[in-house]
Structure formats: C-alpha cells, structure tokens
C-alpha cells in the first residue's frame, strides 16, 4: 500500500497532465485540479517512520519511511528507486501543495478574467497541465534514490516551466525563457557530468549506498563535487549564477513564480545536501569555505540589490537570491544544526515567497502595473490585501514566531558555532544580509501601502478589486496558516528530519 501511495505521488499528476491537456477547456481544468488535489493527499499521506534498526546499528544518512525498488534498466544496472524520509517528506508536500493552490487559482484566473494568467493558447487547461507536468520532475527530483533517476526527473521540469514562462508570461517573456534555459541547460551539462564520473567510478547510482559508503578516492570526489556543486547552484540559484532568476520571475505568470519559487529552486539546495554532500563528504569539507564565501555573498548581493528595485515582482526575485544564501549557507557548515536550517529554511521560503508572489500577481492584476511608484496608498483603498502584503512580508523578513525566522537564525548560529575567524565572519555576514531584508520589505511596505492613494490604486476604491476574492483566500489562506505554524512549532519540520540529518552530519564530519 505504501510502495502503491508512493508512485501514485508521480503517476497522479502525470495523469492528470494528460487529462488536462487532450479534454475540452473546462473539463480539463476541473480534471487538472482534481488531480492536483489527490496527488497532494497522497503526498500527505506518505507520512511514516522508517524500518526499525538492528541492534546496535548506527543511523544510515537514508533510511526511507517507504520505498520501491525495481529493475529499470537492467543491462546498466539502474533502477527505478524511490523513497521518502524526514528530509524529503516536507517538500513532496510543499511541492504538492502549492500545485494544488496554482491550479485552483488558475481556474478562476481563466473564468474571471481574459488577461495573461488565462493564457493565449488553450486558457488554463494546458497551463493546468503544465503545472502537473513540472510537479511529477521536482517531485520525482525529492523522492529519487538512484543518481541517474534524479537526473532524469531534474531535466523534466525544464520544458514546461519554459512553456509557462513562455507563453503566459510579460512583455519580455521570449528573452526570460530563453534565458532560462541557457542557464539551466549549463547547470545540467555540469550535473551530468559530475553524476557520470560518480556512478562510473563508484560502481553504482544508488544514493542509499554512495551516502552510507562513498566510494570515491579523494581525487575524484573533488572532481565530482565541482561538478554536482556547480549544476545544482544554477537552480538554487546561488551568486553569480543567478542572474537568470529576476528575469524569469519578472515576467512569468503569477502561478509560474509561486512554483518557480516556492519549489523548483529547491531543487538545488536539496540536491547541494544529498547529494553534493552526501556522496563526496570529502570534497565537501575542502570546498565549503568557498561555498560558505559564495553564500554569504549571495546574502549582501540579493539585499542590495532588493533596496535598487522599483519593480514589485523583481524586488520579490532578488529576496529569494538572498533568502536562499541562508540555506546555502547552513548546508556549507557541514554541521547538522546547519543542515537543519537548511532543511526548516527550504519549506519557509517556499511558504512566504509563494504566497508574496500569488500577492504581487494579484496586486498588479488589479492595479495593471507592478511599479512601486504608483502603488502607494493600498492600505485605504484595499485594507484586506494590505493586511496579508504586510504579513507576507513581516514573515519574509525573518519576525520571530513566523516560518522565516528558523532558517536564517539556524544559519548564523551555525555559522558562528563553527568557529573560525572565517564562519565567525560569514555568521556576522549573514546577519547583516538579514538586517538588509528588513530594511528593503519595510521600504516595500513604506512605498506600497501607506501615503495617498496613486492614481492606479485609487481607482480600486469601490470596486470587487478592492476586496479580495474567495479562491484568493483559498488559495493564500494555507500558506499563512503554515507560515504561522512552522513559526511557532518550528519541530514540525526539524523533529521529523532530525534522525537522517544527524547521521549525514557524522558522514561529513572530520
């Protein structure tokens, strides 16, 4: 039942892509939601615990709560291996979830307005479809246990998000996708490579044994590190191999930023963890203070850069440069409190940055621009859309009891904790990026909600735009309640998790 729960987790949406695409407009979108939706109560329902242990054994690093295990292509000795545990579980999840939300939110966008979330070719359905499409790759990406089958599911997600971005997106939506995906592209040639030299040197792509037994001489995990460690830094997206994401954020619908956001940049980050990590330890302990420089860098780089923005969306972009260093940084620790501010910071900037981008999507449906100059004043022409910027934005900017404060906290002790006059300097680094994110949301706030009304925002008063709509609160109504949640119970996250991050902390340690 387990094993049947687990592929069903790809196969739903898989099928439900499909479904979308070939049945007429409406049935498709109905077809596509509802199978988002079941697909996200089989992501729920993967919750367990793992096999128990033999006596006396020590924590492997993967030691799934299900698993399935079968011959896919035999002569090569690769397998179709997937499995779940307290790393993965939160992001099969998140990723499941904010699908399900972008769905629902994409029917009503398709039925209520003509505008270029409804779409150009075909209205919601084949976005519907595509959204699908791009959640069985970043699904597939977090339940993989073969290094060959991960690859597989990480270049999935490429066609379809250029195809949101693409034909849904802004003015310059051909120069952002292209963009896209010559960065990806790269990042993906740097990731084959660095799994080729692993599985041929190791003898195997499966991630259970690499992580519990590396194989690897120290030569050739530093080779294949530079490799993995580079790849999967285009999508985290660390400094300087960012400079494709406010582009593609800028222009890409509002559901094709959520996603693009809330879950396919962590892609990188959890593959920087389990696999980077996790399959070269050595390499990892020579390279992570230049992986730590990196982050913290990406830190000052997305925060300056957020105070020069004039544009809603791109301000939102670059936070996520900044807010993903964090992680970054907690995993070039190499410790496991570290890992686990890693682990806590994916799913809360998946939670925050999700819901600001379905904010800045709707704000500027309504008020037909996303320049900060002409949307002062929102505060007393919509209060209710105010309201829930402020608290999206008060929670990306780290507030203690909101979702945003564990990770970044996490990352600057762990820093510091290291010792060093380096990680000291990096802690202190990183926690002059977070007084930066303070600084740039209170500006956003400053120059969107309060003063007088702006022509494009007065012209609101009285009107439905004013008020927010049903599906809106549907679809945002989740991501506040959890971003208040994992705030408050933050051992939600890391308790689950906590086992198989201890065990790759002691994998990695010296």
């Known amino acids: 039942m387990n094993e049947a729960m687990l592929v069903a987790t790809l196969a739903v949406p898989a099928a439900g892509a499909v479904c979308a695409a070939v049945l007429p407009e409406r049935a498709g979108r109905l077809a596509g939601a509802f199978a988002a939706l079941v697909a996200l109560g089989f992501a729920i329902g993967l919750y367990g615990r793992p096999p128990a242990l033999p006596a006396g054994a020590a924590e492997p690093p993967i030691r799934p709560w299900h698993e399935v295990d079968v011959a896919w292509v035999p002569a090569f000795d690769l397998r179709f291996h997937l499995g779940v545990d307290g790393v993965s579980y939160p992001l099969v999840v998140l990723t499941a979830l904010l699908t399900a939300l972008c769905a629902i939110y994409t029917i009503w966008r398709a039925g ?153 940049l962590k892609m990188g980050t959890y593959g920087l963890l ?139 002790f762990a820093a510091i904790d290291k010792g060093g006059a380096l990680w000291i300097t990096l802690g202190a680094v990183a926690a002059v990026g977070a007084a930066l994110a303070a600084a740039y949301f209170l500006r956003l706030l400053r120059r969107v909600t309060h003063g007088a009304a702006t022509p494009a925002v007065a012209a609101l008063a009285g009107t439905a735009d004013a008020r927010i709509a049903r599906v809106e609160l549907v679809a945002w109504g989740p991501l506040m309640v959890l971003t208040l949640l994992v705030g408050l119970l933050p051992a939600l996250i890391i308790g689950i998790a906590a086992d198989p991050i201890s065990a790759l902390a002691q994998v990695v340690a010296p």
């Open 274 to 412: 389990r696999i980077a990590v996790g399959v070269a330890p050595e390499a990892a302990r020579t390279f992570a203070p230049a992986l730590g420089i990196l982050a913290a860098t990406a830190i000052i780089v997305g925060g300056l850069a957020c105070l020069a923005q004039t544009e809603l969306k791109r301000l939102i972009a670059y936070s996520s440069v900044g807010h993903m260093g964090f992680v970054v940084l907690g995993i070039a620790t190499l410790t496991a409190t570290g890992f686990q501010a890693a682990v806590i910071g994916n799913v809360a900037h998946g939670l925050i940055t999700g819901l600001l981008f379905f904010l800045a999507g709707a704000i500027k449906d309504r008020a037909h621009t996303g320049q900060l100059a002409d949307l002062g004043g929102l505060r007393e022409t919509a209060p209710g859309l105010s309201g829930v910027l402020g608290f999206a934005a008060i929670a990306s900017l780290g507030l203690p009891g909101l979702a945003g404060f564990w990770g970044e906290a996490f990352a600057v």
């Open 112 to 264: 209520a307005t003509s505008g270029r979330d409804a779409g150009p070719v075909g209205g919601g359905r084949l976005m519907i479809a595509l959204l699908l499409a791009v959640e069985v790759g970043i699904n597939g990406v977090f339940l993989s246990l073969d290094l060959v089958l991960f690859f597989v599911f990480f270049e999935i997600v490429l066609l379809p998000m250029y195809a949101i971005i693409a034909a849904w997106g802004g003015p310059d939506r051909r120069r952002a996708a292209h963009k896209f995906v010559l960065y990806t592209l790269f990042g993906s040639v740097l990731l084959l490579v660095g799994v080729i030299l692993v599985v041929v040197n190791a003898g195997t792509a499966d991630l259970v044994a690499l992580t519990e037994h590396p194989g690897l001489t120290r030569n050739m995990q530093l080779a294949a590190f530079v490799f993995l460690a580079l790849g999967l830094a285009v999508k985290s997206p660390l400094w300087p191999l960012h400079t494709w994401l406010p582009d593609a954020h800028t222009e890409a619908p509002t559901v094709g930023s959520v996603i693009l956001a809330g879950v396919l």
